[in-house]
């Protein structure tokens, strides 16, 4: 059985999400970072960046970084639905749509909801965190751009992990407006939610950022 580090609230749930995608059974650790938890030395002896979602295999492997997680699974299980193999003409696409939402919008993401851990001092958060808010939308706007020319998923007419993560991260912006400012985006980010195997944790993320949002 594999064993999830995470909970409530982290982005351990995109992890569950694949899981629900895969039939996948696992156990949850609860880990909680509003204590700190996620620096203990015993936490640490799993992830040394001392962060969640970590993940222990059947067999005792430890993985940490919710991309490569999300794709040991897909492709340890055979989830090709949302992970094109090595040699699917989609794949190419699949990867770079990947890389983006993983490597530039969930950055840019993360200076805009904690940007005093990027800078110096209050008036330095302020600063990154404006800056931040445009950097997220422009590349909303890139990603609207591209499903707008050759959606409504990022793979065309096949739903893949990339539109399931951009839809876990687009619930976390409504005061961008991106259904207003992104109409492909939010068709995309719809189609999505309307998963049967989904809706249940998105509704679940959704009460999550609600109480982020009220502190
Ligand atoms: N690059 C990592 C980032 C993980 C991350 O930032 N996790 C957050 C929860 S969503 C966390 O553990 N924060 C507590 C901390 O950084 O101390 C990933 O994608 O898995």
């Known amino acids: 059985m594999y064993r999830l580090y995470g909970g409530k609230p982290t982005r351990s749930l995109m992890v569950e999400m694949v899981m629900a995608e895969g039939g996948l059974d696992y156990e949850e650790c609860f880990v909680d970072i509003g204590s700190g ?9 799993i992830n040394p960046a001392g962060w969640v979602p970590a993940l222990i295999t059947p067999e005792g492997e430890v993985l940490y970084e919710t991309p490569a997680i999300n794709l040991y699974l897909a492709e340890r299980h055979g989830l090709t639905q949302l992970v094109p193999v090595p040699g699917d003409p989609l794949r190419a696409r699949f990867l770079c749509a990947h890389a ?6 969930e950055h840019a993401l993360k200076r805009y909801w904690y940007p005093e851990t990027f800078g110096a001092g209050d008036t330095d958060a302020d ?5 931040a808010r445009r950097q997220v939308a422009e590349r909303l706007a890139v990603i609207d ?3 707008r020319a050759r959606g409504p998923y990022h793979l065309g007419e096949r739903y893949s992990l990339a539109d399931l993560t951009l839809a876990y991260w687009v619930t976390s912006v409504e005061e961008i407006e ?32 609600r109480e982020f949002r009220e502190g």
């Open 145 to 147: 751009g591209r499903l």
């Open 127 to 131: 600063a990154i965190r404006t800056t």
């Open 178 to 209: 991106p259904e207003r400012r992104f109409p492909a985006l939010a068709r995309c980010c719809e189609a999505v939610y309307a998963r049967p195997c989904l809706a249940p944790l998105f509704a679940r993320l959704r009460e999550w950022n």
């Open 100 to 105: 983006y939402l993983t490597g530039e919008l």
């Open 37 to 45: 938890e996620e620096k203990s030395a015993e936490f640490l002896a």
